[in-house]
């Protein structure tokens, strides 16, 4: 068995031999102008792509396999046109770092959606990307994504940019959406779109909700719910749209938040009435269904998005001061809730590291870490990197988890 081991602040990592990988990727790097859906559709379950700053018309549909998809160079790239992910198989998984998706087209219900998770037992893994719905697009929408994990990322509603009369009746985009998901959110921003308001006789449009959930598991940490604005009435009498709501869950649902923040739309006022409250939209409401909220601690991690085979990367790991921790790394994703831990654990093994952080006195560390080189054949790994903390006042948590592309050192 090859080990590495690497001091720093008298902090001893063991890195443990590469493991039969979970899934051996060839790297496929993607520049501005290619065709990103014919690399996609070229790749096998396992495969990378490293893609550069650029605009790709069409997002991507990533049907039936795993694939990595990660952000490379300095830039960013933009999926113009939504990313779908569907009907990948238990023991695959999908992982974006680094993207920016802009939904689809809005032609009706289930349209202009940034991403769209539908069919999908395997992993889904987001990481610093953001997702923009398109007209009233929704941010997200998961339908059977029984272990989506996002970590930094964003999730907004779309608005339309003019008005029809037919927007009176039609709520905008909400951040995220999902039915019967088991649903991990860790210092992510979610915010429905604010309502347009009536530029002809009409009520206001409603402002979205900025996430909506419904069966399955929810988990989220240090992370921002906030609700679109109602959108102003025009003309004698009309209604203002009504505010979003910060979240909403509905039964069977367990679902908790740690040091996470809820806020409301706002209803907008009316057209000129007698009863000016008569026709005032209402609130949102900030939290709504059962939701189990504790104050934390919550534990971050920096770690850079890509990285190449035996070179040194440095880990951050941030709890409260005085938390003990234990730092893990896979190429095995998991998502089992653990309730000594007050969160689920997003890795199993075997392990990749699996170290000691010991005490943090100051809150925070830093893990200098040797990568291995990869076994011959193999171009690219994904490990998933997560640290446990036990709060000094009592309590064990899990923090979040952040993927960690690895790719032979020719790419």
Known sequence: MLCRSVLFSSIALAVFALNAPAQVGAVHVVVNGMNLQAVVNGAQSGDTLLIQAGVYPGGATIDGKGLTLAAD??????????????????????VLSGMKVQGEAW????????????????????????????????????????????????????????????????????????????????????????????????????????????????HAALSVFRGGQGGVGSGTCMFGGAGGNGLVVQAPLSARAIASTFTKGNGAAGGPCFC?????????????????????????LELPRVARETTTVNVMVASAPGAVGFLFASQNAAHTSNAAYNGPILVKGPY???????????????????????????????WFVQALVRSPTGGAFAGECRPLVIVDDAF
């Open 73 to 94: 160079g300095p830039g960013e790239p933009l999926l113009d046109g939504g990313v779908r992910i569907a009907n990948v198989g238990a023991g695959q998984r999908v």
């Open 107 to 218: 032609t009706g219900p289930n349209t202009g959606r940034a991403l769209a998770v539908d069919s999908t037992a395997g992993a889904v893994r987001l990481d610093r990307c953001i997702f923009l719905g398109r007209e009233l697009g929704h941010g997200a929408t998961l339908q059977g994504a029984p272990d989506f994990v996002a970590t930094e990322c964003v999730f907004r509603g779309g608005s339309p940019a003019t008005w029809s009369n037919s927007l009176s009746t039609l709520r905008a985009g909400s951040g995220l959406t999902s039915s019967g998901g088991v649903v991990a959110l860790y210092a992510s921003q979610l915010r429905g779109a604010s309502g347009l308001d009536a530029a002809s006789v009409s009520d206001g449009q409603a402002g979205g909700d900025a996430a909506a959930l419904s069966g399955g598991r929810f």
């Open 276 to 300: 000016i409250l008569c026709v005032e939209g209402d609130d949102g409401v900030a939290l709504v269904g059962p939701v189990a909220t504790l104050a934390g601690p919550v534990t971050q």
């Open 352 to 382: 990749e590291v699996r170290t000691p952080l010991g005490a943090l006195p100051s809150g925070s560390t830093t893990l200098s870490l040797q990568l291995p080189t990869l076994p011959p054949g193999v171009e690219s790994q994904t």
